[in-house]
């Protein structure tokens, strides 16, 4: 079992930044790949970026160039940095984590509000 808490959304004005944290606990050793999604309201929930164990990163087109995924391996954290914020990012970001390299992510965090205003 693997239990993820993000942090660090909140309300910023287009053009800002933010960085969203995800902290691990648990079993992270087995954890193989992790990413972040998001769901803004009436749409589907979307991946954003992801991180795979060897360090291998994955961003979505509409987020390329604005957002950084990183981790601090001895913190068992992730992060993603947001910068260039636009009023279409506007989502619940949600962490997720899972032990095998393909297919739906198995843990989920409770989500974080993040909101742009233009």
């Known amino acids: 079992q693997v239990v993820l808490v993000e942090s660090g959304g909140g309300l910023v004005q287009a053009g800002g930044s933010l960085r969203l944290s995800c902290a691990a606990s648990?079993?992270?050793?087995?954890?193989?790949?992790t990413a972040w999604f998001r769901q803004a309201p009436g749409k589907q929930r979307m991946i954003v970026a992801s991180i795979v164990r060897s360090g291998a990163t994955y961003y979505a087109d509409s987020v390329k160039g604005r957002f950084t995924f990183s981790r601090d391996n001895a913190k068992n954290t992730v992060y993603l940095q947001m910068n260039s914020l636009k009023p279409e990012d506007t989502a619940v970001y949600y962490c997720?984590?899972?032990?095998?390299?393909?297919?739906?992510?198995?843990?989920w965090g409770q989500g974080t509000q993040v909101t742009v205003s233009s």
């Open positions: 997720a984590a899972d032990s095998t390299i393909a297919g739906n992510y198995r843990y």
């Open positions: 648990g079993r992270t050793s087995d954890v193989l790949r």
